[in-house]
């Protein structure tokens, strides 16, 4: 009944066939059956949908570097997936958890919907263990958070307007995070160092082989190969449609990544996207323990989750943050009292635009 309730839910939000031959494969290509599995005789609807519901949250690469596995219908622990790590990038697994923080927090919103308060404890000390938190649903009073922002939420890359951030809307989207969330106009001389970090960190990152290596192997090239992984950057999420989509989908491949044809193509898109929109946004934390990590996550995406309310873009530019010499900088310059751990480009949409990223199916990040 439920997941009846859930498919049709997503039916509503969007899904249907192709519209034009030219796309390549977004959400809204596949089936419901393919994203909800009729059942999985372990688990209840309810634990299904809020699990595909928490699988949406964001994540580096789309890598969705998590799994759950249920001590109960109501204990779930919330791991790390060794395999979905992005070393090169992400050494100390400083993004991965935030991402999965990210996917607590959406659990915890679309468990709320189903009447359930969600308590979290956890479980890691060090950010390299494989277990990381442990949920425990507890019956309460049924919540009304709208799960569309959830269905509906998704990182905007291209399209910003110049237009500076309505201090009104500031006040909105920093409530999650209160003093760890600062904004810097893109005309502000912060703004512009940002804009200037962020092109020459991802020129550095662009040009350090196993980096590239690392991106390569998260890119799903063909419709056929995103199918089959339902993870990483498929050309519709990386915004490179029409005929250059259609190029890209048909002849190119992970050797061409390497090429310094690609790598250069890669930064100049940068450099033109990091000068569009209305500013920067820096996510710091308190502390750079485990519970820090997933806390800040957790703010994140709520905030995340606020912007398409206002037809507030928000593109993570993280390679500042991820080479070492960049990070050297943000911190000198930002991190006095509290850790720089996001820096997100924003700027107001004509329209926000579906989500296009794929996401793996729960019976695949369920570990029995
Ligand atoms: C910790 C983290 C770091 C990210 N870094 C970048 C980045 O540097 N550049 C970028 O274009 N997207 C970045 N993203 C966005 C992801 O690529 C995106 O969340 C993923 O592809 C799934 O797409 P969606 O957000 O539209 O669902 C990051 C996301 C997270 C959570």
Redesign the pocket.
Known sequence: MLQKGLRAGILILGAGPLLSSCSGIRRSSLKTSDILPDEIPELDDQSIAVLHFAS???????SQPWHVKRSNRFEWIIGANPNRRLPEV?PQN???L??IG?FTENLSLAASVYGFDLQVQVLASKTTEEEILKVILKKGKAGTYPLKRITS?????NGFKATEIKSTDIQKLMKPLEDNFRYFPSTSGDGKRLAEWAIESFRDQTNRDHAQRELAAWIRFSDKEAKKYRD??TPE??EITGLSGWYVRKFMGFKDVMKKSFRQRSIEGVAKIAKQGGGWLLITSPGEKVADLIET?RN?ERM?LLARDYKIAI?????ML?EEKWRNEVVKEYGSTTIPQ?VLRVGYLNKYPN???L?RPVSWFLKL
Not at 153 to 157: D, H, Y
Not at 315 to 319: N, R, V, Y
């Open positions: 949406l949250a964001p994540s580096g690469h789309n992400d400083r993004e991965l935030l991402a990210a939420r998704r990182t905007v890359r990483g950057l999420s990386m996550g994140f995340f593109h993570p530019m993280t390679q991820e996001f989500p296009v990223s996401r």
